[in-house]
Structures are given as C-alpha cells and as structure tokens.
C-alpha cells in the first residue's frame, strides 16, 4: 500500500484493488478499481468514495487502494457503489 496511489485512475491503471471496512459491522470487502472508476470516473479521491455494506446497509466509513493478487484473487465483489456525488 502507498500513499501515492490517491485517485481511482491511478489505482486502476496498476489494476489495484479498492477495499473498503464498513465502519458499522466491520464488514470487508472488494472492488476493481476499474469498475469503480467507470462508475466515478479516473480523477476521483478513493478517500472520498462511499459505498453501502451489504451487510447493514450503512455507508462505509473507508475505502483504500490494495494491490491485486492475481494469484489469489478475492472470492467476491460484495460492496455495491452507492450514487456518487461527483
Ligand atoms: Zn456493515
């Protein structure tokens, strides 16, 4: 993890993944940082992106850019993107 990957494009463009912590249920999970950039678009702070926990339904407090292990690679994509304000 680094602290120059701060955008969804950037994250996207090294095929990173985004996990997100609800900070409700502690609930985990993963996103592709290129789905999410479709939806937000490239320039978008992943500190500032929201998502819903499947789980609870409450907005998840944090989301940080992970590398993605192509080797072993997340069982599920849990999270849905919630409306984004852009
Ligand atoms: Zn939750």
Redesign the pocket.
Known sequence: MTRTIDTVGRAARHDMLIRVE??????VGHLRARDVARVVGQGRSIDTLRFV??????R?AKALPMEYDRDRPPKVMIWVPMEFRR
């Open positions: 609800c900070g409700h249920c502690r609930h926990c499947s789980r609870c339904n409450a998840a």
